[in-house]
């Protein structure tokens, strides 16, 4: 089975710290994401990553960067948190297999709360 | 016009019924279709996957696509109080493996 681990089930913080969410997974997926969710807003594509080391943006990718040093781990940082950045964090992977279309598999979430 | 369109709910069935959820799509590219179930405060988990014309089923779950029509559904047979969540409908594109989510549609399964 897959297992994506998020560092974190619940994590708060103050306005304008800096803060990481970390995500790892174990089965040598290429691909990774970070989402949020939010009532009524859905899930939304912050940031994703096909390989080591490189990046792209999704549809909010706004006051959010992105690190991928390691294949297995993909981590989220806030620059600066403010409030509105509180929600649900879910990250997921994916395999990257030509010709089959692979579904993601999420992480347990992460609720952030800014204060 | 979202890209991914599903009626948010709460859809209410009687235990033992069918619920049947919909799902329209805008990128006429969009080749393999999930559904995820999400528990409230619970992650997505996946339970179908389609990407041919047709039905496809999997114990009480089915799937049925029409890409002509760019709709994709899930029937729940003989529904269960366990089976009440938020269902997600989610294209990949044909840029590659991109998942856009649908907001959801709520069941509830009423004993």
């Known amino acids: 089975d897959v297992k994506v681990t998020q560092s974190s089930r619940y994590l708060v913080k103050r306005t304008g710290e800096k803060v990481f969410l970390e995500c790892v997974q174990d089965?040598?997926?290429?691909?990774m994401f970070w989402y949020r969710q939010d009532p009524g807003l859905g899930l939304r594509l912050i940031y994703f990553?096909?390989?080591?080391?490189?990046?792209e943006k999704g549809d909010i990718p706004e006051g959010y960067s992105v690190s991928r040093e390691k294949k297995e781990r993909f981590s989220l940082i806030l620059e600066s948190a403010s409030t509105n950045q509180t929600s649900m964090y879910l990250c997921?992977?994916?395999?990257?297999?030509?010709?089959?279309?692979?579904?993601?598999?999420f992480g347990d979430g992460t609720r952030l709360s800014i204060l | 016009q979202k890209e991914v369109e599903q009626n948010s709910g709460p859809l209410s069935v009687p235990e033992g019924a069918i619920a049947s959820l919909n799902c329209t799509y805008s990128?006429?590219?969009?080749?393999?279709f999930f559904w995820y179930r999400q528990y409230s405060g619970k992650s997505p988990e996946l339970i179908m996957f389609?990407?041919?014309?047709g039905d496809k089923e999997d114990g009480r779950f089915t799937a049925q696509l029409n890409k002509a029509s760019q709709y994709v559904s899930l029937l729940i047979r003989d529904s269960q109080p366990s089976d009440s969540a938020t269902y997600l409908c989610?294209?990949?594109?044909?840029?590659?493996?991109?998942?856009?989510f649908g907001g959801g549609t709520r069941v509830l399964v009423k004993p």
């Open positions: 089965m040598d997926h290429e691909n």
């Open positions: 990553s096909y390989d080591v080391k490189m990046k």
């Open positions: 389609i990407y041919s014309n």
């Open positions: 990128d006429r590219g969009s080749q393999s």
């Open positions: 989610a294209p990949i594109g044909a840029a590659g493996n991109k998942l856009t």
């Open positions: 997921a992977s994916s395999s990257l297999r030509t010709g089959v279309d692979q579904p993601q598999h």
